[in-house]
Structure formats: C-alpha cells, structure tokens
C-alpha cells in the first residue's frame, strides 16, 4: 500500500511541468513576438503564420482528445469556417471581425448538430464516424460549386485589413490570434470544467454519478473546438488568398492528429510542440518528402508502443531522470 | 536506395562538368516549382528535367548573352506536393530567399493560383500550367505571368473540327470526369466546344480515387453513345475507363481531348487500346527529336513524360528573351516574351501569343499539339494542329 | 433504361464488384475479432500483396494457381517481422493500435514509394478478353476474382468452424483469459491469426492489382472498402464479411449505374455513418 503522505508519481510530474513550461512558455512567446524585427524575411514570416494558424488548430483539436474522442473531422470544420469567411467577405462586404465571427458560429453550429449524435461513440467508432463525417464535408465543398467554386476553389481571397495585408503585418495578427485561441484552451483546461473533462475520461460511471453532465460537458466543449477551428480555418484562406476543398480533408485531418499525437496527448504544451515540429520540419528536409512521411510513421509507432505521452513526455523523462540523479 | 545514390552521383558529375563550362560565366538563378513527390511526380520531373536540358544547351554553348556578359542560368526547383500551401510556400521561397526574377511552374491550377498573388506583388515571371481560367483572367490582369501549355480552351475546339471534318458521323459524345480541379475546369469548355459544333454531350462525374468505373459505364452504354471521351482523366484512370468500357461491350470509337496518357493507356489496356486516338503534345519518333531524347537519356532513365519537351522549350523561350532584352530586368524581358512572337522555338515551330479575347491578355502560349492513333500496339501521328489564336 | 438485360448485366456487375469486396474485408474482420486491433495498416499489406504478385506473376511467370498463394504467402511470412516488433505492442490496446498502425500504414506505404516509384503499373490478367452469357457480358479476370473469393470465403469457413485451431481462435476472440485457463497458448494463436489475416490482405491486393492498377497508393481504396463492409457486417464476424461485402457490391453498382457517382458515394457513407450511431456492432456482429 502506497504512504498516503507521498504524493502520487503523477502530480510530481505535473508540477515539475508546471514551473519550466510557464518560463518555457514566456520565453517562446517572447521569442516569437521579436524575431521578426531581425529577420525579415517575406519566406519566413509566412511559414510563422501558417503554425500559428494550425496552433489554433491543433489547440482546439486538443480539447477533443482531452476528453477520449480523436476526431478526424477538425480540417472539414476548418474549411466550413473557411469558406463562410470567404463568401461573406466577398459576396456580401462583411468587414472581417463579422465574417470571422460568422467562420466560428459556422463550425461551431455544425459542431453542435452532430456532436450529441456521434459523442455517444468511443474509440475506434467515433474516429470512424469523423472520419466519413470529414470526407462528406469535402465532397460537399467539392460538389456544391456555387458556394465553393469547387474543386478549383475560391480564389482572390481578400485580406482581413488593409494593415495586415504584408506578410510583416499578417504574421503579428495571425500571432496574436493564436495566442488568444490558445490561452482560451488553456484556461478551460485547467478551470473546472477541464477537471470535469478529465475526470470524465479517467472514470465516466463515477463522474456521471457525482453529477457531472457527461454528454452535455462533451457537447459544448465539441462545439467550443469546432468554433476555433473555423477560426483557423478563416486565417488560412485569407493568408493564402486561395480556398479548395483540397486544404480541409482527411490527409490534413490526419495531419492536426499527429501534431497532437507526436507532441504528447496529455498536455496543451504537447499540441504546441507537435504542431512547430510537424510545420518547420517539411521546410528543413525539403528534399525528402518521402522520406519525412516514413519518419512521422515511425514516430507515430514509437510513441504509440512505448511513450503516449509524446516528445513532451520524452522530455519530462530525461528531466525527472537528471532530477533523480542529482539528488544521488 | 540505389535510386537515391543515382541521381545524387549524376547530379555532381554533371555540375561539376557545367561548372567547369560555366567557369567564365556568372549564375543567373532560374526557379522553377512542381510536384516532386506523391501523384504527381511524373510532371514535377518533366518540368525539372526539360528545364535542365535547356540549361546544360545554353551553358555548353558559352552561357546566356545578356549585353556584354555571360550568365550561366542555375536551377532551382522546389517540390509543391501540388497543394495550395505548397505552391503558395514554394514561390515565397523562391522569391524572398533565393531572390530568383523567373520562375517557370507550377503544374496544376490550386498550387498556380496560390503562388501568382506572391510572384505579380514581387514582380517575378511565372510561366505555369493549369487549366484554370483564374490563372489569367484575374483582377491583377496577370502582368508577369504566362501560361506555357495549351488548356482545353485552346486545344478542344480544334480537336473537334478535325473530329467534324474525319468522322462526321458522331452526333453524340460521352464525357467521364473526375470531380477535381482539372476536371471541373476542363468539362464546361469541353462541353461547348461539343456543343456548337452540334454534337450532343452527355457528362458524368466521380470521386477522384475511384478504379471501378464498369456502373458508370453501363450507365453511359445504355444512352446510345457514338463517341467517348476520355477527356481530362488522369493517365492511370484514362487506362482503366477504356479496359473496362470495352470489357463491358463498349465497341464504338473511344478518343481523349485531353492527357495525354497514350503510354499508360497502351500498358493498363494492352491490345484493348487499338485504334484509340489521343490529343498528344510530343511525337518522340520525330527526326529532330532524337538528339533530345538521346540528351536526356544520357542522364535519366525511363518513359520521357510528354511534357518534359514542353518545359525545355519554355525555358529556351525566357532564355531567348532575356537575350534579346539585353538585361536581366524583369519587365523589360517581360515586354522581350511578347515581341520575340514569330521566333522558331524549334520542337513546336514559330511562337504564339493568344487568349486576348478569353482572358484579356495575351499571355497564353498557344502550342502546336499532335493527334495520335493507337495502331498495332503503337502511337502513330495522325495530324499536326496549330490552335487558333483568339 | 430499366430493361430486364440491364438489370441482370447490373446485378452481375454486383456479383463481382461484392466478390473483391469480400476478399478485401475477410482479413480485416479476423484480425479485429481476435486481436481487438483494428488494422490501419491493411492497406498497405494489400500493396504488398500486388507488388509480390507483380513480380512472381509479372515478372517471374510462375503459374497463376502457384503465383497467387505464393505471393500472398511471402507478405504473410514477411509480415510476421512486423508482428514481432509492432503489432504486439497493440494486442488488446485499441487506442493505441489506432494511432500507432496509422504510422505503420504512412511507413510503409512511403517506403514502397521510395524502394519502387510513384508510377502506376499493371500486372498481366489471368485469363484475358470476356465472356458472353446470354446478353450478359463479363470479363475474365472477374470472373476468376468471384471464384477465388468463393473458394475463400469456404476455406476460412470450414477453418474457423472445423479446425482445432480455429475453435482455440474463436475461442480467444470471445474471451482471451478463459481461453488461457483452458490451455490455448495466446501468443500462439495471435501469430497465427495475424499470419492467415495478412495472407488474405496480400492475397486480395494482388487480385486488386490485377484488375486496377498497382501502385504504392493502391492501398487507400480497399481499405476504405475493407472498414466499410465490416462495419456493415460486423466486425469479427465471417459471414458478416460476406454478407457486408455483398450489400456494398450490389448497391454501387445499383446506384451508380441508375443514379450515378455522387449519389452512391453520399449514400454509401450516409447509410456506414446512420449504422455506427445505431448499430455500431454491424449486422452480425456482437456489442461489446
């Protein structure tokens, strides 16, 4: 029988997260926030945007694992939220802030539709349903040309402002988007909902019996993901200056998956690392796409076997062992 | 593995050469943008190869002439995974780290459309394939940007005159697409080329991925079809809609304006694909074409893709007008593009501009194209046409 | 357009489209009743399967009856590496076998690129040109692919029902510790239902590549195929295979046939989404 004085292994680890990561944190944002002043590089500035754009992505995707569901539908949500931005924006003279908005009840309210339904299905089943969910929602993109132009998409896509039409300008805004999306993630998670969420993932019969409203808990938090990830969705097109159906399908999908996968499921800090490495690695190992994909695969395997907690995990390992041998 | 060693031998030895010829010659960058990896492979290394052919001719000939100095024109080229990001990514590479004035790619409309917003505000040439009309009709009024291959727009209507004039029989024509950017930007002029020649169109659209076609085909067989075309379809699903038409009773005349895919078809099909007839961009059994394929079998091995000479010849028309232009300033070799017109690009006779009257520019290179017929086993030239120039 | 010829040339296109539907789904359904794993990886063994049969078949011109088992056989063998040092470590973990086969899938199916190219090829049929029934038309090589899937579709029957070994397997899939308590090695049998299991994905996508086209992204379709017939089914289950396959044959081929491409697609994975809410144990399958 385990000392009820020691705390368990668990709240070791995470407090020894805690402190470094929030230092970690303000360094990183410190970082992100000055770079640009000395480098600036139109190249550089935009492969920025684009993480800080899947951050918000990948963050909200979070929530959802968080909870037990991996959901392969997140890029079809960023597309809806996609698109709607687009068409408000250049069919119907929305200013910005009102045609994003417009992304995230778009997603969102697609979020709240389907999810009482499919969040009632675990495991492999609920990969499956969001899985056909995502591919219907492109071929809805792909088909509905009106409103989509298509396969050929919509292109032309203005700037949200003028100020943020250079790559300088959209970079801090794309930035300063994410880190809002990304501490409104953070803040759930360690409020008391987040406790509910965890606690309805670690034992749902005993939180449901103390009162924790399990599907409706699932649902909003669902819905609050799929919100962002419309937002996400809104800052690509509008970053590329171009929509197809093409962005928001299953390979991407799969892709906001494994940045989560790869950096740690259990921790936001884990989103963050796995979307910065899966978004700068293409750019590093340019020449060898195929060989990237057969790496991700490994990984994927190895930390699936032995480390589910991720490159975060990896990282809190080789801290607590140096911790341990320092105390010898 | 070998497969990586290759080329990487190959690449050294031959820069080694050129950097010997270029010695006395100054690096002039040339970008260039494609698929080099996933589907569409085949038309990144057409473009990256016809483009290096190009460059080894002008280097071993003593460089570019540009006023009184001599530039030896470097490649480089960057992989798109024809996608959006990646085309968009590509170009703000090229443009803002490489600094490159001309870039000659992308391959497919969605990686095009990404990159020109980066190449017209940087004020770099783009000479680029795609069907997409976006891809010189837009707002900006494409200053810097030409299309280097003929698309259906110019390629269709007169494939259907010579169509009219060989086989006046056909009053209607069925059309299985996929529902992907070519085919969805392919099908409407397609169809009204058809149309006001009088022909009768009946359209059907799949998810792209499908291999089984057989429903769909007897869907088409039961409306009493005179002609199939296999239009835009890819080589590997152009391969598979004829076998399994003709496996499933189809007996009448089966022909692609679009691809081509003329190899593939004859591989997938086998004796299937006799007497099939094909828009095609090359005939590699011409007498002036044997030193290039001889060039590029010295340094790769395997099919030559139909476009590789398309891209070869596009880089010696930016090479030809940066000469005449004197300078390697962007507009002036901009305006030099136009006013080289009538010059003898050599593979595809003298050069065109067009598309005034479609696009509002005249940007679009109208390319002669080649019909071909599957006869025992093997492609053989049925006319030579030249698109009219609108 | 609704003449009795067409309807019957209809109906037999079903026949032949359920038949490699069957095949696809046959190893997939064993390796998820026994091993809880649910196979991300299918595909690829199935790109595997045409790439060795594109080679002994192709290349090498053993005969069809040899070449057909013999290279199925040579991905099942190869593939027990992969069962030593990946698959076991998902055995009855099915989040983790999810994730982690997703990998093993983008893996391989990469590395197939890498070691051979992006280009599509295709492998000779067995027997070529059509045969005329009546009004009715077919091709051979379709013809081969349902009888193959019939003699299958019997051999795994009788396996599973009237073998010593598949009574221990069916024994394992209902409950693994009793199993044990009776004397069933567990790690024994999972060797062997992983080896049967990757023989029939090998086996099915070489036919697959025999009638489409062979290419390292060849694996997509089927497994796409294979996750929609046992879902229909019923995981786990034989005859759900069978019978999941047939409804999915003979619906796209009805519906695109009458209604085209896009209405199959949407109902086919309309009617797949509506069951797993309802149904999410299939046909003949067991809630668990």
């Known amino acids: 029988m385990s000392d009820p004085i020691t705390l368990p292994r668990q709240h070791v680890m995470k407090d020894l997260r805690i402190a470094p990561a929030r230092i970690g944190a303000s360094l990183a944002i410190v970082a992100a926030i000055a770079w640009p002043l000395a480098f600036q590089n139109p190249f550089l500035l935009t492969i920025g945007s684009l993480v800080a754009i899947y951050l918000i992505a990948s963050t909200s995707l979070h929530l959802v694992i968080r909870m037990g569901h991996i959901s392969f539908a997140h890029a079809g949500m960023m597309g809806i939220g996609a698109y709607v931005s687009a068409d408000t924006m250049m069919r119907l003279s929305f200013p910005f802030a009102l045609s994003v908005s417009c992304a995230a009840a ?25 899985f056909l969910l995502g591919e219907i929602i492109r071929m809805v993109f792909v088909d509905w040309t009106s409103l989509t132009g298509g396969s050929n998409g919509i292109q032309g896509v203005p700037p949200p402002f003028a100020a943020v039409a250079s790559p300088l300008g959209y970079y801090y805004f794309a930035l ?7 501490t409104f993630c953070g803040r759930i998670l360690a409020s008391e909902i987040g406790r509910a969420m965890d606690s309805a993932k670690e034992a749902e019969p005993l939180a449901s019996s103390c009162g924790v409203p399990i599907v409706r808990l699932k649902v909003v938090i669902f819905t609050i993901s799929c919100g962002l990830a419309g937002i996400s969705g809104a800052l690509l097109v509008h970053l590329l200056r171009y929509a197809d159906p093409a962005s928001f399908g299953g390979l991407q999908s799969l892709n906001l998956v494994i940045m989560n996968v790869i950096g740690g499921m259990g921790s936001i800090y884990g989103a963050i690392v796995g979307t910065i490495f899966l978004a700068t690695l293409p750019e590093l190992l340019r020449s060898y796409v195929e060989l990237q994909r057969v790496i991700y695969g490994i990984i994927l395997i190895v930390v699936m076997a032995a480390m589910p907690g991720g490159l975060v995990e990896l990282v809190d390992k080789l801290r607590l062992m140096t911790a341990a041998s320092r105390k010898n | 593995m070998i497969r990586l060693f290759r080329p990487l031998l190959l690449a050294i030895a031959v820069s080694t050469v050129s950097a010997g010829l270029a010695c006395a010659q100054e690096e002039l960058k040339i970008g260039a943008i494609g698929p080099l990896s996933g589907g569409g492979t085949a038309w990144g290394l057409a473009t990256q190869r016809g483009v290096q052919l190009a460059i080894d001719e002008v280097i071993a000939s003593g460089g570019l002439k540009v006023g009184n100095k ?8 960057y992989d798109d995974q024809y996608s959006a ?4 990514t590509a170009a703000e590479r090229l443009t803002s780290v490489d600094g490159v004035k001309y870039i000659i790619g992308p391959v497919g409309s969605p990686s095009v459309l990404a990159a020109v917003p ?3 505000a940087a004020k770099v040439i783009l000479m680029s394939d795609g069907y997409a009309p976006g891809i010189l009709k837009n707002e900006a009024g494409s200053p810097f940007n030409f299309r280097m291959v003929d698309s259906n727009v110019e390629f269709a209507p007169a494939m259907i005159a010579w169509l009219k004039k060989n086989k006046p029989e056909v009053k209607k024509v069925a059309i299985i697409a996929p529902n992907d950017a070519v085919g969805q930007a392919a099908i409407p002029a397609l169809a009204k080329a058809y149309k006001d020649s009088g022909i009768e169109v009946w359209t059907e659209m799949y998810e792209r991925g499908t291999k089984e076609f057989t429903p769909l085909l007897t869907r088409m067989i039961a409306t009493d079809v005179d002609l199939f075309d296999l239009n835009s379809n890819a080589p590997g699903e152009a391969g598979l809609l004829l076998k399994q038409a003709r496996q499933a009773g189809f007996d009448k005349q089966i022909w692609q304006v679009g691809g081509p895919s003329v190899d593939e078809i004859i591989n997938i099909a086998g004796p299937l694909a006799e007497g099939f007839i094909s828009y095609d961009l090359f005939d590699f059994s011409k007498a002036d074409a044997q030193n290039f394929i001889k060039a590029y079998h010295a340094k790769w091995d395997g099919t030559i893709n139909a476009q590789t000479p398309i891209w070869y010849t596009a880089a010696k028309i930016l090479f030809h007008a940066i000469e005449t232009a004197g300078t390697t300033d962007v507009e002036t070799v901009r305006d030099a593009m136009l006013k080289i017109e009538g010059w003898n690009t050599g593979f595809y006779g003298p050069l065109v501009w067009g598309g005034l009257a479609e696009y509002g520019v005249n940007h679009q290179l109208l390319q002669n194209f080649w019909i071909t017929q599957v006869k025992d086993g093997k492609p053989n030239t049925l006319a030579i046409i030249t698109p009219e120039k609108r | 357009m609704l003449s009795p010829v067409i309807l019957a040339q209809v109906l037999l296109n079903g026949l032949s489209l359920s038949a490699v539907y069957i095949l696809i789904a046959l190893g997939f359904t064993l390796l998820f009743g026994i091993l809880r794993v649910v196979i991300f990886a299918h595909g690829s063994f199935a790109m595997l399967g045409g790439y060795a049969l594109y080679y002994v078949y192709g290349k090498y011109h053993v005969p069809y009856a040899v070449a057909v088992p013999l290279a199925a056989a040579m991905v099942a063998i190869a593939s027990l590496v992969l069962e030593q040092f990946v698959f076991r470590f998902f055995y009855q973990r099915m989040f983790q076998s999810m ?6 899938d983008l893996a391989l199916t990469f590395s197939a690129v890498l ?20 009004g009715l038309i077919i091709a051979n090589d379709r013809l081969v692919v349902v009888g193959i899937a019939a003699v299958a579709l019997a051999a795994f029957w009788l396996f599973m029902t009237r073998t010593r070994y598949g009574l221990a397997m069916r024994a394992a899939a209902e409950d693994v510790e009793i199993a044990e308590t009776q004397g069933i090695r567990a790690r024994t049998i999972y060797r062997l239902a992983f080896l049967l299991a990757s023989f029939m994905a090998a086996l099915a996508g070489g036919l697959y590549a025999q009638i489409y086209a062979l290419s390292p992204f060849m694996g997509e379709q089927p497994l796409l195929v294979a996750f929609i017939v046992v879902i229909l089914g019923g995981m786990g289950s034989i005859p759900g295979a069978a019978i999941g396959g047939l409804i999915l044959g003979f619906s796209e081929s009805i519906l695109s046939t009458f ?16 069951l797993l809410i309802v149904r999410p144990w299939g046909l003949l399958g067991k809630p668990e």
């Open chain 3, 99 to 104: 994730i982690g086969l997703i990998g093993l």
């Open chain 2, 118 to 120: 980066v190449t017209t």
């Open chain 2, 85 to 88: 990001t990646g085309g968009r």
């Open chain 3, 259 to 274: 209604y085209g491409a896009s209405v199959s697609a949407f109902a086919s994975f309309g009617v797949v989404i509506a």
């Open chain 1, 106 to 130: 778009a997603s969102a309210l697609v979020g709240l539709a389907i999810g009482p339904i499919v969040l009632r299905l675990t495991g492999k089943y609920f990969v499956l349903v969001t």
């Open chain 3, 115 to 134: 070691v051979w190219d992006v280009y599509e090829r295709s492998i000779p049929p067995a027997v070529a040109g059509v045969s005329r029934i009546g």
């Open chain 1, 176 to 182: 300063g988007c994410s880190l809002i999306c990304m």
């Open chain 2, 70 to 77: 001599a530039y030896a024109p470097k490649l480089i080229m």
